[in-house]
Nanobody, 126 residues
Framework: QVQLSESGGGQVQAGGSLRLSCTAT????????ISWFRQAPGKERSFVAA????????TYSPSVKGRFTITAGNAKNTVDLEMNSLNTEDTARYYC???????????????????WGRGTQVTVSS
């Protein structure tokens, strides 16, 4: 079992950058996948990016590909999301999620994830 905690949110102007971090407390094994989702007011939670812990395979939503980069660090049990060229449509609460078997779930489907953080707010102003 792991516990997830997000940090790094804030307010930024359009075109700017932010870096979010997700820290996992507990043992993260090679089969784990850790992902970022986001939810804007009045909208469903949507997939942003994922990374498998063992092979470091990454997957991105088309809406963020080329602008966001997800990375993982073994030593700190952290997964970072570097967000560049932010626009107002990126405004949302960002959540970190994890599942212990990356091969058994559809990465983009939020309800298949077992572990969730409480989220961090990202606000992009025009």
């Amino acid at each position: 079992q792991v516990q997830l905690s997000e940090s790094g949110g804030g307010q930024v102007q359009a075109g700017g950058s932010l870096r979010l971090s997700c820290t996992a407390t507990g043992r993260v094994y090679s089969n784990y996948v850790i992902s970022w989702f986001r939810q804007a007011p009045g909208k469903e939670r949507s997939f942003v990016a994922a990374i498998t812990w063992g092979q470091r395979r990454t997957t991105y939503s088309p809406s963020v590909k080329g602008r966001f980069t997800i990375t993982a660090g073994n030593a700190k049990n952290t997964v970072d999301l570097e967000m560049n060229s932010l626009n107002t449509e990126d405004t949302a609460r960002y959540y970190c999620a994890a599942h212990s078997d990356s091969d058994s779930i559809r990465l983009q489907v939020s309800y298949q994830y077992v572990y969730w953080g409480r989220g961090t707010q990202v606000t992009v102003s025009s």
